[in-house]
Structure formats: structure tokens, C-alpha cells
């Protein structure tokens, strides 16, 4: 009996809804106002032909600064970048010292600062036979070079407030990543509070080729494969990728103590992974608020990992400033290159991964990624009070709900928040449940290994699904859990719940 009460609420990974395109019919690719889109749409639209839009460069403080600018200042200093990555380009083999000279040739004030000892024990450590690098250089500055042929169109700023779109052919990320690399983006090099990019991520590559570790070396592993793959020509990726801002708008977030949504249906399993048995369900990036968090860095956790098997990921870094707490980014088309095993520190690159999801009508991968950022709780009680459960509603819920028509697969998620940033997997859990309920969408849950949370998770799931309970009486629980954990800090939520759900029904 037990069994079949599982079957009847919990539903199985095949029972989940992916990417189809087909029944959503996309129409021609357009840029809009709110859309900007890099490559020229008529040639898209009429023969599937990925050309550079023509447009013209903008120095200006809404897009981003590029290396070729013709801005004054810029200008001179393209010449000596393109002179630099020229030489590099002209040699059948190019050294890691050759690498680093050129770099710092354009970046002098650097000189003292960055250090490339990743990068040479990197390099020094990999067998004659399987080292490919010295000969990739050469093609990764070339690839960099192409960068005012391949994007004339000034890119704009994904800013903090505004939901906007940016579209543009996987050819034109590698050219920009080839760029991040040879660290040529200006103005993105300094700390300082106050500078221009403050709110943003970093997109020069020069953290990632200082400080050796075994990490360095699993991540530089990945990031040559991904070069090698796009400055082939038989490999080269033929399609688009586009980045979603979402704003959440005071007016669009829920009431959420009035909300009458039943729970929608869930998935939930200790087995598998976001990424991979997730594969055309919005798969969600447990992200940090300048997305990618420390993938140019140490840092090697879920979303880090997530942007080096799709290193495309990347570039949002170049454009995305820092996610407010009713925002997030939403990546269509993004390819996967390599695989991997392991997390953290015992991640490991383990080889290249054939992508095999279809294009949809834009020619890009059907697969959706979703950043959010949870917040970072360093005192593990903050998270009961309930501006701080609102805040994470409204941030699952903004990502959750969709864009402008666009499909809306199920979502794979898990244990959002609950590593580095200390959350609560229950309380993080039914967070997720509600704001997929709100958004009419079902949940995916992997907990990664975690026995127990599944186990307690699809107890409790059923328990609710039994009694019928809406999102906004498990949220007014969830307000009362609040005060009771604030009396007593070893109440236990699910606990908690199960006592107090037939009450709750009642009087609320
Ligand atoms: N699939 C399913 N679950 C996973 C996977 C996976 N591939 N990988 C990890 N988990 P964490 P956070 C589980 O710590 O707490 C990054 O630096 C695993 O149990 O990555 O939101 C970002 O840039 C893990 O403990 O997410 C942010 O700065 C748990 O998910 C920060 O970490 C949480 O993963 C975000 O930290």
C-alpha cells in the first residue's frame, strides 16, 4: 500500500517535462528593444547563416568596454594587443613564458601582481604525447584577433533592475572567451570599490593562471579542452546562445500567505545529477550573485563545476552585473563540452563530452540554465526569519515563472544554498516547492546522495499532497515554524509540520 501511495504523489524522472520547441513555435529570430541579438537575422532567418550584425562600437558607460574599440585610448592600445596576439599567432608553437610576456606587454601594471605559476607547472606536468597547448595557443590568439570582424555591434550591459536579452552565435563566445583569456578586456582588472565594473564579475582569465593547485590544473584541463574544441574546425559549435535577465517587479511577487496553488508534482531522488539526468529541464546553477562565482578562481562547488563543463557559461560573466535579490539569469543554448567527476577537491576533468541535445528553431541547444543566488546565511537562524524566507521565494519564483512565452520545461534542482551557504535543505526544499507550485511548473529534486533528505522529503511531500495543502498555508507554517524555531532552535521543520498540518488546515 505504502508503495503505491509513492507512486500515486512522487512521480518518476520520465513522468518530468523537458524542452520540446516543437509545440511552442519560436517565429523568426528579432531583436527588439529589450532583445539585442549579434549575429544578422535575416541571414539567420532566411538561410541559417551565422553572420555578424553590422553595428558599430559604443564606448559607453550601458555596453561593454571592448579591446578593439576606436575609442581614443583603446585604439592605441588594440594595436599593441592585436601586434602582440599577431606574433602568437604567426608561431606553430607558443610557450606558456611566450603566453605570459605578451599579456603582461599590454598589461604592465600587472607585472608585479599577476602571477602565471598555474599555468607553467600546468604545462609542465602533462606528457610530451598528450600536450596539446603549445601548439593551441597560437589558435586561441588568432581566435582573439577575429574579435572586430565577429562582433561590431556594441554589446549592452545586462544591468541591475531592467530584464533584458542578449543572443549570439557560439563562434562570437569563443572569440570573446579567446579574448578573456589573453586578458585583453579593458577596465576589468582592478578591486577597487569604487572602479566602473565593481558590480561585476571578473572576465579576464589572469586568476586562473596563478597559484597552482590540483584544482588549477582540473580546471585548466577543461578550459584547454573547450579551446580546442571551438578553434577546430570540424568541432567548431554551429549555433546560439542566449542570456535572460529576469526582474522580478515589486507588483509580480506573490502574496504569498494568499497563494492557493496545490503543491506540483515531484521528483525526487539521491541519485544523479542536475546536469546530466536533468538534461532539458530548467536545470538550476546554485549561483553566487556575480555569476560563476570563483570559476576563475579556487572555488570548484556546483555552479563552478557547471561553468567549466559549459564554459560558454562564462561569458555572462562579461556582461551580467551582480544579481539583486529579484533578479536571476536565465542561459539558453549553452553546449557542454567536457565531462567530470568528483566535487570540490576531488573534481577531476574526465574527458570530452559529445553534446547531443537537439537545436530548436534558433539553432541553439535545448537546454536552460538557471542562475539564482541563495543567500549566504554565516548565522544559520537568520534564515527562519521570514523577510529572509520571503527573499528566497521571491529569488526561486523569479526564475521559476519564465520569460515572454518561452517554454517552460520542470525544473531540476536540489540542495540550493545548502553548501557553502549554509541554508536549511528542508526549509530550502519546500522554498523550491512552493515557488514551482506558484509557477505551475513540477520539481526535479536531487539530493545529491543525501538518503535521509529524501527519504524525510518524500514523507512529508506526501503527507502534504494528502492533505491537500495550498503554498499559502504551508507558507503561514512555515511563519509559525519561524517563531517556534526562534523559542526553541532544535525544532525540526518537517517535525514540526507534521504535527501542526491538520491544525494549520483548520484554523487558517
Ligand atoms: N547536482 C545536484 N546536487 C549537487 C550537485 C549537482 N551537480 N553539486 C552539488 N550538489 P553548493 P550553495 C549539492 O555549495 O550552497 C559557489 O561558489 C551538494 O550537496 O555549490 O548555493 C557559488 O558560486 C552541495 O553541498 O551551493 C556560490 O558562491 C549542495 O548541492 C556558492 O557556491 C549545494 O551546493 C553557492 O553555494
Given amino acids: 500500500l505504502q508503495q503505491m501511495e509513492r507512486t500515486l504523489s512522487c512521480c518518476q524522472l520520465k513522468d518530468m517535462k523537458r524542452l520540446q520547441h516543437g509545440d511552442m513555435k519560436l517565429g523568426p529570430l528579432r531583436f527588439t528593444r529589450r532583445h539585442t541579438v549579434?549575429?544578422?537575422?535575416?541571414?539567420?532567418?532566411?538561410?541559417?547563416k551565422f553572420l555578424p550584425t553590422k553595428g558599430r562600437d559604443l564606448w559607453h558607460s550601458d555596453f561593454v568596454k571592448m579591446p578593439c574599440s576606436q575609442a581614443t585610448n583603446q585604439k592605441s592600445k588594440w594595436d599593441v594587443i592585436s601586434k602582440k596576439l599577431k606574433s602568437l599567432a604567426s608561431k606553430k608553437t607558443v610557450s606558456v613564458k611566450d603566453v605570459e610576456e605578451a599579456i603582461i606587454k599590454y598589461n604592465p601594471k600587472y607585472k608585479d601582481q599577476w602571477s602565471f605559476d598555474?599555468?607553467?607547472?600546468?604545462?609542465?606536468?602533462?606528457?610530451d604525447t598528450e600536450n596539446y597547448?603549445?601548439?593551441?595557443?597560437p589558435k586561441i590568439a588568432a581566435l582573439a584577433l577575429k574579435l572586430p570582424d565577429f562582433v561590431n555591434k556594441a554589446i549592452p550591459l545586462l544591468r541591475k533592475g531592467q530584464s533584458a536579452t542578449i543572443t549570439l552565435s557560439q563562434v562570437q563566445i569563443s572569440c570573446l572567451l579567446a579574448n578573456a583569456f589573453f586578458c585583453t578586456f579593458p577596465h576589468r582588472n582592478t578591486s577597487n570599490p569604487t572602479a566602473e565594473y565593481a558590480g561585476y564579475p571578473t572576465i579576464n582569465f589572469n586568476s586562473l593562471f596563478g597559484n597552482w593547485s590540483e584544482r588549477k590544473r582540473e580546471k585548466l584541463r577543461a578550459i584547454m579542452h573547450y579551446f580546442k574544441e571551438v578553434t577546430d574546425e570540424s568541432t567548431r559549435p554551429k549555433g546560439l546562445v542566449t542570456f535572460h535577465r529576469e526582474c522580478l517587479s515589486y507588483t509580480d511577487m506573490p502574496t504569498w500567505e494568499s497563494c492557493k496553488e496545490n503543491l506540483s508534482k515531484l521528483h525526487i531522488t539521491s541519485e544523479g545529477q542536475?546536469?546530466?539526468?536533468?538534461?532539458g529541464m530548467l536545470q538550476v546553477d546554485f549561483a553566487n550573485s556575480l555569476i560563476g562565482?570563483?570559476?576563475?578562481?579556487?572555488?570548484?562547488?556546483?555552479?563552478?563545476i557547471l561553468f567549466l563543463i559549459n564554459p560558454e557559461l562564462i561569458v555572462a560573466r562579461l556582461f551580467t552585473e551582480k544579481l539583486e535579490d529579484n533578479e536571476c539569469l536565465i542561459i539558453t543554448g549553452s553546449q557542454q563540452f567536457s565531462s567530470y567527476s568528483g566535487f570540490g577537491d576531488?573534481?577531476?576533468?574526465?574527458?570530452p563530452y559529445e553534446d547531443q541535445s537537439e537545436r530548436d528553431q534558433w539553432a541553439r541547444r535545448k537546454t536552460q540554465i538557471l542562475a539564482?543566488?541563495?543567500?549566504?546565511?554565516?548565522?544559520?537562524?537568520?534564515?527562519?526569519?521570514?523577510?529572509?524566507?520571503?527573499?528566497?521565494?521571491?529569488?526561486?519564483?523569479?526564475?521559476f515563472k519564465g520569460y515572454d512565452g518561452h517554454e517552460k520545461p520542470d525544473i531540476a534542482t536540489g540542495k540550493w544554498g545548502c553548501g557553502a551557504f549554509n541554508g536549511d535543505p528542508q526549509l530550502k526544499a519546500l522554498i523550491q516547492l512552493m515557488a514551482a507550485a506558484k509557477a505551475k511548473r513540477g520539481l526535479a529534486f536531487f539530493t545529491f546522495g543525501d538518503e535521509y533528505l529524501k527519504q524525510s522529503l518524500q514523507h512529508i511531500y506526501e503527507l502534504m499532497f494528502a492533505e491537500g495543502i495550498t503554498v499559502g498555508t504551508l507558507y503561514k507554517l512555515l511563519c509559525e515554524f519561524s517563531s517556534a524555531k526562534h523559542r526553541d532552535s532544535d525544532v525540526d521543520l518537517f517535525d514540526f509540520i507534521k504535527k501542526n498540518i491538520r491544525n494549520s488546515k483548520s484554523h487558517l
Avoid at 598555474?118 to 604545462?123: G, I, Q, S, Y
Avoid at 597547448?133 to 595557443?137: A, E, G, P, W
Fill in 38 to 48: 549579434l549575429i544578422d537575422v535575416d541571414t539567420f532567418n532566411s538561410q541559417r
Fill in 118 to 127: 598555474a599555468l607553467h607547472t600546468f604545462n609542465k606536468n602533462i606528457p
Fill in 133 to 137: 597547448f603549445k601548439t593551441l595557443f
Fill in 274 to 279: 542536475i546536469e546530466l539526468e536533468g538534461k
Fill in 293 to 304: 562565482g570563483g570559476v576563475l578562481g579556487s572555488g570548484l562547488l556546483q555552479e563552478e
Fill in 346 to 351: 576531488s573534481f577531476e576533468w574526465a574527458g
Fill in 372 to 399: 539564482i543566488d541563495a543567500m549566504n546565511f554565516r548565522h544559520s537562524m537568520d534564515q527562519y526569519k521570514r523577510k529572509h524566507i520571503n527573499r528566497e521565494l521571491n529569488k526561486a519564483y523569479c526564475g
